[in-house]
C-alpha cells in the first residue's frame, strides 16, 4: 500500500474569492485573498471600503472532488491602501476556540499553513 493514498478525510483547499456583506448595502462586494492569518485577512477589493466597519465574510472552500462550502467569518475592516485592505476577524480563530469551531476548515486550513504544509502565498 505504499504510495496509495490513505487519506480518511476529504481535504478542502481555500478558494481566494470572498464576498463581503457589508450593513446597509443589499449586494455583496467580493475580493479575493491576499494573506490570512488567525487574526485577520488581507483582501484584494477595488471597491472603497470604510475603517470601522463590521463585515460578514463568506470565505470559499473547495474539495478535490469539486464540492464546494463556505464559512462564515464577521471581521472589522482596519485600513485600505488602495486596492488592498485589512481586516481583523472578530474573534482569532485560536485552536479550540469558538470561532475556530464556527470554521474548521478555516482553522484548519490556517494550522497547516502554520505548520508549513502549505505554500505562504495565502
Not at 30 to 41: F, L
Not at 57 to 70: C, H, P
Request: positive net charge; without cysteine.
Amino acid at each position: 500500500m505504499a504510495g496509495m493514498d490513505q487519506r480518511r478525510k476529504t481535504r478542502y483547499y481555500l478558494v481566494s474569492r470572498v464576498d463581503m456583506l457589508l450593513p446597509n448595502r443589499g449586494e455583496p462586494l467580493w475580493g479575493a485573498v491576499a494573506n490570512i492569518s488567525r487574526t485577520g485577512v488581507t483582501l484584494y477589493i477595488r471597491q472603497q471600503l470604510t475603517p470601522k466597519t463590521k463585515v460578514t465574510m463568506k470565505l470559499r472552500f473547495q474539495a478535490e472532488d469539486g464540492r464546494e462550502i463556505t464559512e462564515t467569518a464577521t471581521a472589522m475592516i482596519i485600513w485600505q491602501r488602495g486596492e488592498t485592505a485589512g481586516l481583523e476577524f472578530e474573534q482569532p480563530i485560536l485552536v479550540n476556540s469558538p470561532a475556530a469551531q464556527a470554521t474548521p476548515h478555516l482553522a484548519d486550513y490556517i494550522a497547516k499553513k502554520e505548520a508549513g504544509s502549505l505554500p505562504s502565498k495565502s
